[in-house]
Nanobody, 123 residues
C-alpha cells in the first residue's frame, strides 16, 4: 500500500482545511484507515480512524466535534475535514491503514506510513 496525503497549508485559527489521503492498491477498502499527526518535538499521535464501510468512526478527545473522517472506497481515498482549527492542531498529518487487530487508537497497530501533509494554524 502506498499513501499520499495532501490538503495541508497555512490557516488562521478558527478556519478549516480538508485533508485527503489517496491510497494505491485494490485492497484499500478492506482496511480501517487512520489519521495521525506529529508536531515538532512530539510523538506521533492518533487523531481519527474509520472502519472499512465508513459506518464507525473514532476520534481523539481533542478533535471531537471539530474534525470529521470519511472515506470513498471507489476513489481509494480517506478524508479529514478539520473545522474550528486551533494553533495546537499544527502538525504534519499522516494517514495509514490499520493492519493489526489491536486498539484503533494505538500507533503501533498501523503501518505503511506515507508522506504527510503540513498543517499550520496561526493565532
Amino acid at each position: 500500500v502506498q499513501l499520499q496525503a495532501s490538503g495541508g497549508g497555512l490557516v488562521q485559527a478558527g478556519g478549516s482545511l480538508r485533508l485527503s489521503c489517496a491510497a494505491s492498491g485494490r485492497t484499500f477498502s478492506m482496511y480501517v484507515m487512520g489519521w495521525f499527526r506529529q508536531a515538532p518535538g512530539k510523538e506521533r499521535e492518533f487523531v481519527a480512524a474509520i472502519n472499512w464501510s465508513g459506518r464507525d468512526t473514532y476520534y481523539t478527545d481533542s478533535v471531537k466535534g471539530r474534525f470529521t473522517i470519511s472515506r470513498d472506497n471507489a476513489k481509494n481515498t480517506v478524508y479529514l475535514q478539520m473545522n474550528s482549527l486551533k494553533p495546537e492542531d499544527s502538525a504534519v498529518y499522516y494517514c495509514a491503514p490499520k493492519i493489526y487487530s489491536g486498539s484503533y487508537y494505538a500507533n503501533d497497530q498501523y503501518h505503511y506510513w506515507g508522506q504527510g501533509t503540513l498543517v499550520t494554524v496561526s493565532s
